[in-house]
């Protein structure tokens, strides 16, 4: 517990100042655990490696996992990704479970509606996980709609929240209901970005950070139980 909780504030402390933009666990814009109605800029392809706490799974996966992904937006209203995730299994050759075997996952997702800026309405997203599966199940299978609204504050900073509605199908168990969470940049040093998220399942708080206009880094915790990371490399083909 004392390892985590020191590793946490230390990430802190490194990303602060430096200008942040969050990458989920999954590898889809949003807070941490939660997708928002962000879509990265037409042309942006971002591929990365996740650590995934044991906390964030089912009761059956007792143990903390890797997964791996690609991201691209073709355009600035719609993205895909694609991830595998690595699982134990016992084998023929070690009855002990390990990481011999991998589930493919697809998102795909379209925001119809795109916040402007100084105007009342929000950034309006919907999208799916593994909508389509040849085994029939799927951990992250579901289908939700998200909204996403910034508001400035003079002296405070800028505070971004988002809300969704998410319905498993196809016996995921990811999401399963309202989520939502927010993310807030003070003023005083506007490139940090802190966040605190609700995922259906549990309450995560982290950071994100952006190192060298193209690494993305985000480090969250939840209930200091553990850490989950998530790190990539972003790249906007120009067109």
């Known amino acids: 517990m004392a390892l985590y909780r020191k590793f946490f504030i230390t990430a802190v402390f490194l990303m602060v100042y430096i200008q942040t933009k969050a990458q989920t666990v999954l590898g889809t814009p949003g807070l941490m655990n939660i997708p928002t109605a962000e879509i990265r800029e037409g042309g942006t392809f971002d591929g990365g490696v996740s650590l995934m706490q044991r906390e964030l799974l089912t009761k059956e996966m007792d143990y903390n996992t890797w997964l791996y992904y690609v991201y691209f937006a073709p355009f600035s209203f719609i993205d895909v990704t694609l991830r595998e995730t690595l699982l134990k299994y016992p084998s023929v050759s070690n009855p002990e479970p390990h990481f011999c075997q991998q589930d493919r996952s697809l998102s795909v997702r379209v925001l119809p509606i795109k916040e402007k800026p100084g105007r009342w309405w929000p950034s309006v997203l919907i999208g799916v996980n593994d909508f389509y599966s040849d085994q029939g199940g799927s951990f992250y299978a579901a289908a939700y709609g998200v909204v996403t609204k910034s508001l400035a504050f003079e002296n405070v900073g800028t505070l971004t929240a988002s809300v969704g509605y998410s319905r498993n199908i196809r016996e995921g ?14 003023s005083f040093a506007p490139t940090v970005r802190l966040m605190g998220e609700y995922d259906t399942r549990g309450i995560n708080v982290g950071l994100g950070a952006q190192l060298f206009r ?25 067109y």
Do not use: M, W
Request: net charge neutral.
């Open 173 to 186: 168990v990811l999401y399963d209901g309202v989520f939502g969470g927010a993310s807030l940049s003070p």
């Open 214 to 238: 193209h690494l993305n880094l985000t480090c969250f915790t939840r209930e200091f139980k553990g850490i989950s990371a998530t790190a990539s490399y972003q790249y906007t083909i120009p």
